[in-house]
């Protein structure tokens, strides 16, 4: 029997270079804790890679291109994440 850390369930993370490797593993984790994944980038072609590579572990992540270093993107892409998947409440910049 596997024992949880940790519950969130109902929770919101982004992850910001979750399209691979250890962003993508602390995707992984936290959404096995119940926690609904949101990962960026910059490329549409990482992204959807990204989402199949989640999919094939039972994840559905929600996935969204914008620039972190550009203020603008950041403000619409939150808003957009707030919008559609709900409010963040946990960032992890794995970038």
């Given amino acids: 029997m596997t024992q949880q850390l940790f519950d969130l369930t109902g929770k919101v993370t982004l992850i910001t ?3 691979h490797g250890i962003g993508m593993a602390i995707g992984k984790v936290l959404s096995k804790a ?3 994944i949101c990962v960026n980038d910059l490329s549409e ?3 959807e890679a990204c989402k199949a ?3 094939k572990k039972g994840i559905d992540v929600y996935t969204l291109k914008f620039d ?3 203020e603008e ?3 619409k892409g939150i808003t957009k ?3 559609e998947v709900g409010e963040i ?3 992890v910049h794995a970038w």
Avoid: F, P, S, W
Wanted: proline letters at 0%.
């Fill in 68 to 70: 972190v270093a550009n």
């Fill in 89 to 91: 409440d946990t960032l």
């Fill in 73 to 75: 993107d950041v403000d």
């Fill in 53 to 55: 590579a989640y999919a």
């Fill in 17 to 19: 270079g979750g399209t």
């Fill in 81 to 83: 994440i707030e919008q």
């Fill in 45 to 47: 072609e990482k992204l």
């Fill in 34 to 36: 119940g926690a609904k």
